[in-house]
């Protein structure tokens, strides 16, 4: 048994073909068969039970995938430990963001932590938060950038930063014209408006949500946005009321600018958190992106 055959074996079982696995692999089709062939016959068992159009793990196979992924990490994670070791500072590491969340955060992280660590290469994958959470389990990423509550079970996170989370309206709308900026605004006065939220599959929709039901009602959702930026526009435009987390409300950079509030009763925040796998090695690398993050977030926004 080799490595690559575990490799092929794990991209055949990801991709439920072999066609795709093979333009994956940057192999011939008939070579990748053959050797998934030679390895079947070494084990004495069928690890994949082939249709005409897709490829489904047999139960050897669910069991063979399960140990491959273990042993692929372990040698991922030991070719990590002795990089850091040899080198120090040089590595690399893969970073997962939520893009609006990211585009507010990390032009101040990434500079830092480039000046700190100059021969560590930074690669930024952005994603929603439901497909950050899967990458980042699947070994995809090395951390993640993610608000709390998590779906996937097999994530632990690092939290770096408690973000308040504010209310947009209309300029037009009577609570902007209000004395609101130091009382802040109560969730139950908004059980009648119209709400913009993102779609389904963002973890901040899940958040505004939520919110709004443990005050009481449910939302009058009348549009969704993929973007959170568009949702804020067309608050700004008239169209309704939504959510906003703190540190994107305060990059005022549209001409469509809706009025921020501040809310209570009480005042709703998320959780701001490094997310990465359960039991996964660290790389140094990856430990002090973590540090470099909190450090700049508290900096930039402990007024």
């Excluded at 490595?3 to 089709?29: C, G």
């Excluded at 908004?190 to 443990?214: A, H, M, N, S, Y």
């Excluded at 450090?295 to 930039?300: D, G, K, N, V, Y």
């Amino acid at each position: 048994m080799e490595l690559r055959q575990l490799q092929y074996t794990l991209q055949i079982a990801e991709e439920r073909n072999f066609s795709r696995a093979a333009d994956k692999l940057h192999i011939a089709q008939p070579s990748l068969s053959q050797q998934l062939s030679k390895l079947e016959q070494e084990l004495g068992v069928k690890l994949f039970q082939r249709n005409t159009s897709t490829v489904e793990l047999t139960y050897a196979g669910e069991s063979f995938i399960e140990h491959a992924q273990k042993i692929m990490d372990a040698v991922k994670e030991l070719r990590q430990e002795m990089d850091d070791i040899s080198q120090l500072r040089a590595g690399r590491v893969v970073i997962g963001s939520m893009p609006i969340t990211g585009s507010h955060l990390l032009p101040y992280v990434l500079p830092a932590f480039k000046a700190a660590y100059p021969e560590i290469e930074i690669i930024l994958r952005e994603d929603t938060s439901l497909n950050l959470e899967k990458l980042t389990a699947g070994g995809g990423t090395d951390l993640s950038l993610l608000s709390l509550p998590l779906q996937e079970p097999t994530l632990t996170y690092e939290p770096i930063g408690e973000e308040p989370i504010d209310l947009a309206v209309p300029p037009q709308h009577p609570l902007a014209s209000k004395d609101t900026d130091q009382s802040g605004v109560s969730l139950k006065l908004l059980k009648d408006e119209p709400f913009i939220v993102l779609k389904k599959g963002q973890g901040f929709r899940k958040i505004t949500i939520d919110l709004c039901r443990q005050a009481g009602f449910e939302p009058n959702v009348v549009f969704e946005s993929n973007n959170i930026e568009t949702v804020q526009s067309l608050v700004a435009a008239g169209m309704g009321v939504t959510l906003v987390p703190h540190f994107i409300a305060r990059a005022k950079r549209s001409e469509l600018i809706p009025a921020y509030l501040p809310l209570t009763d009480p005042a709703p925040s998320r959780t701001l958190v490094i997310a990465y796998r359960k039991g996964r090695y660290l790389s140094k690398a990856a430990e002090a992106f973590i540090e470099t993050f909190k450090r700049t977030l508290a900096e930039r926004y402990s007024s």
